[in-house]
């Protein structure tokens, strides 16, 4: 890939989000993407409604949309923003609008689109199989842990001094122990 595609999937890729544990981009930054106005987008879309079912498309809740709006802190608009709940678009949905818009900047950028959602699906197959692997360290850490204690106490015992016992350890030599009984 060129700087510019480069810099092209970096962009989409920063405009999708995860909303009901699905990877979606909101209307308005679609509209941005595909160069055209967000009324003009939805326009389209109500025309051909037929083409998106619920897994292309939908409509956001208004908690959704808040939560959104404090995590971005700005209103969109210069009138308060927005009148109308945004549409969040899957990637077949993304796809498709790019389809009924028909414009030429729609149908290159929906490659953008198309790369940036597979390669947020690589990156989370990646994450799932380190997950995993955290995982199954943190058990092997677990039961060895046990291990270690066990170790540490063994050590510590050997460590520990000896009880003192009274008597002498060694040999007397044979005339020593005689005078000694005397």
Not at 35 to 64: A, H, I, S, Y
Request: hydrophobic share 45%; no cysteine.
């Amino acid at each position: 890939m060129n700087k510019t595609a480069i810099i092209l999937s970096k962009r989409v890729s920063s405009k999708i989000l995860v909303l009901r544990n699905q990877k979606v981009i909101l209307d308005t930054d679609l509209a941005d993407l595909y160069g055209v106005t967000v009324k003009r987008l939805n326009e389209q879309l109500k025309r051909n409604l037929q083409r998106f079912p619920p897994d292309f498309l939908f409509t956001l809740t208004r908690v959704e949309y808040q939560n959104l709006r404090s995590q971005n802190a700005t209103s969109r608009s210069a009138h308060g923003g927005r009148r109308y709940l945004p549409y969040a678009f899957t990637e077949h949905g993304a796809i498709m609008a790019a389809t009924v818009l028909n414009s030429k900047r729609a149908i290159e950028m929906s490659i953008f689109v198309v790369r940036a959602f597979v390669g947020m699906r690589e990156a989370l197959a990646v994450n799932q199989h380190v997950v995993s692997k955290l995982s199954e360290l943190e058990a092997r850490l677990d039961s060895h842990d046990a291990d270690i204690q066990d170790l540490v106490e063994a050590i510590r015992e050997l460590m520990a001094p000896l009880p003192a016992h009274n008597r002498q350890i060694g040999f007397e030599a044979p005339l020593a122990a005689q005078k000694a009984r005397r």
